[in-house]
Structures are given as C-alpha cells and as structure tokens.
C-alpha cells in the first residue's frame, strides 16, 4: 500500500468514525464499543487494504495528546485530595494485577516462561485512559469515584510499562532484579514529575508572553509531544512528564489564556481529542485482522487457545474486584464510625470501581511491540486483544446498569466534599460584580456616571441571589427566559447575515457581530443545562 493510499484509507476510517458515532447516539450505544466492533467488521471484510501498525507510532500519537487533555481538564483540588488513592490504583492496583494475571496464566499455560507470564500480566494490568474517559462521559458519578478512574488512568500506564520492560527482558535473558527494577521505577517516576513541573512552568510562562491566539494555541499542541518525546529522552517517565505538565497548565491556564483563545484551544482540543480516540478504538478492531489470518480455519484457538484466554480475561476481572473490596475495605476500617458508609454504599463503590476496568491504547500499542522471538508471542497478542474487547464492549456497555442498579449515581458520596451549587456560585460572583460596579460608577465629586451599569448588576445579582433559594420555584421561568433569549438571538443572527448577503456590512463586521451573538448564545445555551 501506497502513502497516498494509505492517507485515503485513514480519510475512509473518519468517515466510518463520524458515522458510527452517529448510530452509537441514536441506539444508545456506547460510542466505543460501535467503534470496537466497526474496526472488527472492517479488519473481516475481503478485499481492504490491511495497514500495518506501527506499536512505536501508535503511543507516540495517541498517548502523549490523551494524557495531556485528560490531565488538563482533572479538577486539581480533587486530584490532589484523593492523590493517595490514585497512587494505590495505579501503582498497586497495577502491580496486583499483573501478579494475578500472571500466576493465572502460568496455572493454564504451563510452558510459558513466568516471566512471559508476568510480561502478559503488565499488558492487561493497566485501565485505559482513552476508554474510561469515553465511559465516564455518559454517566453521573459521585467526584471521588470519577477522580479515582480518571486519576489512576492517567498514572498507571508509567506503572504497566516499566513492569512490562522488566518482564520481557526477564523472558528474553532469564535474569531479573527486583531491587534495580524498584529503584529504576523510582527513578522514572520522580524525574518525571520534576521535568513535568519544569516544563509546564516554562511553557506557561512563554504562553504568557504571547499574545497571538493562534501561536499560543499551537504550543498548546506541541506541549504533549514535546513532553513525552523529551521526558523519554533524558531517561524519565514520559508519561507522567506529559500528565504532570498537563496538571500544570491546567491550573494555571485561567491566568495565561484570554477567554476568546480558551475558546477556541477548546474547540481545536475538542475535535482532535474525538478523531484520536475515535481512530484508537477502530485501531483496536482491526488490529485483529493479521492473528485472524494466520490461524483462520485451525484448530489451534480451539484447542490450545480458548480455555487458557478465557482464564485470564476472568483473571483480569477478578483481580480488580479483590484490590477494590480489599483496599477500600482496609481504609473504611481506619475512618472515624460516623464517617463510614453503610453495606450498600461500600459494596455498590467496589462494584462500579471494579467494573470500570476497560483496557485500550496502551495494552494494544504494547503488545504489538512485543519481540518476533518472544515465547508465546501469538496467544499473548491473542489473550490481550480478548481482554481488550471484553471490557470494552461488555464493560462499557453495562458500566450504566451496574451504576443503576447499586444507586452509584447518588448514593456514594461519603467522604466528599460538598461544593457550592452552580446557582449558589453564580449568586457570589453576581454580588462581587455589583460591588465592584459600585465602587466604580461613581466620579470622583461624588456624581453617578454609570448609572445604567450599576442598574444591569445591581438587577443580575437581585436576581441570582433570588435563584440561589428559589431555584425550584423559578426554574422554569428562567428556562423560558433562556430560551427567548435564543429566539431573538436567532432574529438577530438572521438580519446580520441578511445585511452582509445584501453587500451593507463587511466580512470583518460580519465575524465581529457574529462571534458576539455566538457569547450570547453560548451564555443561554449554558443556562439551559
């Protein structure tokens, strides 16, 4: 297959990609799990082109973007509050599991090497970034369980990836340290988290001097690569260089950017986050498509195969289960009695914890860059592929019925913090802008001169602190007032563009009105959620 040939099948794929997302929202489907099977259905269709993937390529592009739009956008007062409890996640829960995984397949695979075995177990260890965040999307979930998964997805693939190395090299060379290998992880971890911080420190103090939205919008782009590309070539964790940096900017990202390029860095983010982890879940399906070849119509998978995959797929599942009931069960212990949460509470939070386990990106680019002359290498990449699809398309599609079904969407908030409602803050920052109005509206003689301004505020804060104690009563009043408000912006949207098709108003009047009315919308829209 040519480049061009390959760029036009890439092109078919995002067109494949915007139509089964289409058909995942009108049947209520996960989008991951019709992106999954889409993949699958491409990858068995005779006569398309097959593209070899490239493991190296597949992390370089995919992981270092997702990593940092996910630690972009994490609540950072959150993050930091459950910080141990991502660190036992992602680092233990990923250590239990590849032990698990790997005494498991030793049981079924007696021939495999253990160190293969616990090669196979980091590769399945890790929970997906790229697939807990296309579940969580769809789901309401108490803050400390959705800090948790995004946390631990952001972390655990530095974990996954230096358990894998030191397994395979254990599998190639028959020699292991488990003292270098502790040190070594050490290493990478705390020189990732202070090339992380330098960078992103430097890079919002450059975002800081720029003032051209586009510029800064594009060193926005470069930041991910250039800190997973340069994280990895001093010798630190890229991954936790690239999640640590994004946690930075994140934080500071308020005080860099001008509300107009925050808009638009969201828009660009927005549309590339979608097409990556979109093109990540075909990729996954079609990633089958030369194991399938190899061994279509043998009797190998039935025979040699199936018995020892489904085994490590229920060993995967398991083992979230057991860390879950056994770590929260160990910190329920040691809270205070009244802080604790009854018998429902607890085992409704291992059972969504356990079942947000979906596998994604990072098993399959590892797996496929597992040695030619690893033993085993064939039913590894097999049993990987299963698990992956496993938990996302079983997983993914029922994560909802099992949050249902223990109450998870309203049940599960013990030990979090209880934060001002939107009406309430809204309420606060109307009263701080009269107040601020009213220091200003007068002249220095003492005469009003702003009258009209510190009337809006006055009004806007009169109102919203009316809404922050009535907002049951008033709600629907308010509804309507948004909606109004969007049917005379449409009005007026209409007469702008009815002017500048008629030649009486200029392209740059045209975008500079418009991209008022757009605020305007934007504003009612918000309050329409």
Same mark, same amino acid.
């Given at each position: 297959?040519?480049?061009?040939?390959?760029?036009?099948?890439?092109?078919?794929?995002?067109?494949?990609?915007?139509?089964?997302?289409?058909?995942?929202?009108?049947?209520?489907?996960?989008?991951?799990?019709?992106?999954?099977?889409?993949?699958?259905?491409?990858?068995?269709?005779? $006569?398309?082109?097959?593209?070899?993937?490239?493991?190296?390529?597949?992390?370089?592009?995919?992981?270092?973007?997702? *990593?940092?739009?996910?630690?972009?956008?994490?609540?950072?007062?959150?993050?930091?509050?459950?910080?141990?409890?991502?660190?036992?996640?992602?680092?233990? $829960?990923?250590?239990?599991?590849?032990?698990?995984?790997?005494?498991?397949?030793?049981?079924?695979?007696?021939?495999?090497?253990?160190?293969?075995?616990?090669?196979? $177990?980091?590769?399945?260890?890790?929970?997906?970034?790229?697939?807990?965040?296309?579940?969580?999307?769809?789901?309401?979930?108490?803050?400390?369980?959705?800090?948790?998964?995004?946390?631990?997805?952001?972390?655990?693939?530095?974990?996954?990836?230096?358990?894998?190395?030191?397994?395979?090299?254990?599998?190639?060379?028959?020699?292991?340290?488990?003292?270098?290998?502790?040190?070594?992880?050490?290493?990478?971890?705390?020189?990732?988290?202070?090339?992380?911080?330098?960078?992103?420190?430097?890079?919002?103090?450059?975002?800081?001097?720029?003032?051209?939205?586009?510029?800064?919008?594009?060193?926005?782009? *470069?930041?991910?690569?250039?800190?997973?590309?340069?994280?990895?070539?001093?010798?630190?964790?890229?991954?936790?260089?690239?999640?640590?940096?994004?946690?930075?900017?994140?934080?500071?990202?308020?005080?860099?950017?001008?509300?107009?390029?925050?808009?638009?860095?969201?828009?660009?983010?927005?549309?590339?986050?979608?097409?990556?982890?979109?093109?990540?879940?075909?990729?996954?399906?079609?990633?089958?498509?030369?194991?399938?070849?190899?061994?279509?119509?043998?009797?190998?998978?039935?025979?040699?195969?199936?018995?020892?995959?489904? $085994?490590?797929?229920?060993?995967?599942?398991?083992?979230?289960?057991?860390?879950?009931?056994?770590?929260?069960?160990?910190?329920?212990?040691?809270?205070?009695?009244?802080?604790?949460?009854?018998?429902?509470?607890?085992?409704?939070?291992?059972?969504?914890?356990?079942?947000?386990?979906?596998?994604?990106?990072?098993?399959?680019?590892?797996?496929?860059?597992?040695?030619?002359?690893?033993?085993?290498?064939?039913?590894?990449?097999?049993?990987?592929?299963?698990?992956?699809?496993?938990?996302?398309?079983?997983?993914?599609?029922?994560?909802?019925?099992?949050?249902?079904?223990?109450?998870?969407?309203?049940?599960?908030?013990?030990?979090?913090?209880?934060?001002?409602?939107?009406?309430?803050?809204?309420?606060?920052?109307?009263?701080?802008?009269?107040?601020?109005?009213?220091?200003?509206?007068?002249?220095?003689?003492?005469?009003?001169?702003?009258?009209?301004?510190?009337?809006?505020?006055?009004?806007?804060?009169?109102?919203?602190?009316?809404?922050?104690?009535?907002?049951?009563? *008033?709600?629907?009043?308010?509804?309507?007032?948004?909606?109004?408000?969007?049917?005379?912006?449409?009005?007026?949207?209409?007469?702008?563009?009815?002017?500048?098709?008629?030649?009486?108003?200029?392209?740059?009047?045209?975008?500079?009105?418009?991209?008022?009315?757009?605020?305007?919308?934007?504003?009612?829209?918000?309050?329409?959620?």
């Amino acid at each position: 297959m040519s480049n061009v040939e390959r760029f036009e099948f890439i092109l078919l794929l995002i067109v494949v990609i915007v139509v089964l997302d289409l058909a995942a929202r009108r049947l209520r489907l996960p989008p991951a799990a019709a992106l999954v099977l889409g993949g699958i259905a491409i990858a068995l269709m005779p $006569g398309l082109p097959v593209i070899e993937i490239d493991p190296d390529l597949v992390l370089i592009v995919f992981l270092p973007p997702l *990593l940092l739009a996910g630690a972009y956008f994490s609540v950072w007062h959150a993050f930091r509050a459950n910080l141990a409890g991502i660190v036992q996640l992602a680092v233990g $829960g990923v250590a239990f599991t590849t032990f698990a995984v790997g005494m498991a397949t030793r049981w079924l695979i007696p021939s495999m090497p253990w160190a293969g075995c616990f090669a196979l $177990g980091a590769i399945v260890a890790p929970p997906d970034a790229v697939a807990a965040k296309a579940v969580l999307r769809r789901v309401s979930l108490p803050e400390r369980i959705t800090t948790l998964l995004e946390g631990e997805s952001l972390l655990d693939d530095a974990a996954s990836l230096v358990l894998y190395r030191f397994a395979t090299v254990a599998a190639l060379t028959g020699t292991f340290n488990l003292v270098h290998a502790v040190a070594t992880f050490g290493f990478l971890a705390a020189g990732g988290l202070a090339f992380g911080g330098l960078l992103g420190w430097v890079w919002i103090r450059f975002m800081g001097m720029v003032r051209d939205r586009i510029v800064s919008i594009t060193m926005t782009l *470069l930041l991910p690569w250039v800190a997973y590309i340069g994280g990895e070539q001093i010798g630190v964790s890229g991954v936790i260089t690239t999640v640590v940096a994004g946690l930075v900017v994140g934080w500071r990202q308020h005080d860099v950017f001008s509300a107009d390029a925050r808009l638009r860095w969201a828009a660009v983010w927005e549309v590339l986050v979608f097409l990556l982890e979109s093109l990540v879940f075909v990729l996954i399906g079609t990633s089958v498509h030369a194991i399938v070849l190899r061994h279509m119509g043998t009797g190998w998978v039935r025979q040699d195969v199936f018995r020892p995959v489904a $085994g490590i797929v229920a060993a995967v599942l398991v083992s979230r289960f057991v860390w879950m009931f056994v770590t929260e069960g160990l910190r329920v212990i040691w809270i205070p009695d009244r802080m604790r949460p009854d018998r429902r509470m607890f085992f409704g939070f291992v059972a969504i914890m356990g079942w947000c386990g979906m596998r994604g990106v990072v098993s399959l680019a590892i797996v496929l860059a597992l040695p030619e002359d690893m033993p085993n290498r064939d039913i590894m990449q097999i049993a990987t592929f299963v698990v992956i699809l496993v938990t996302v398309l079983v997983q993914g599609t029922t994560i909802g019925w099992v949050i249902h079904l223990t109450g998870g969407g309203h049940g599960h908030a013990w030990g979090q913090k209880h934060y001002l409602s939107v009406s309430q803050a809204r309420a606060l920052v109307a009263r701080m802008q009269e107040n601020a109005i009213r220091e200003l509206a007068y002249g220095a003689d003492g005469q009003l001169i702003h009258a009209h301004l510190l009337e809006q505020y006055a009004y806007r804060a009169e109102l919203a602190e009316r809404f922050s104690h009535e907002q049951q009563a *008033l709600q629907g009043r308010q509804d309507a007032e948004y909606k109004m408000q969007l049917t005379i912006i449409d009005a007026g949207r209409a007469e702008l563009l009815r002017l500048h098709r008629s030649g009486a108003v200029h392209d740059v009047v045209l975008h500079q009105l418009e991209h008022e009315l757009d605020l305007q919308q934007m504003i009612a829209e918000g309050g329409l959620i």
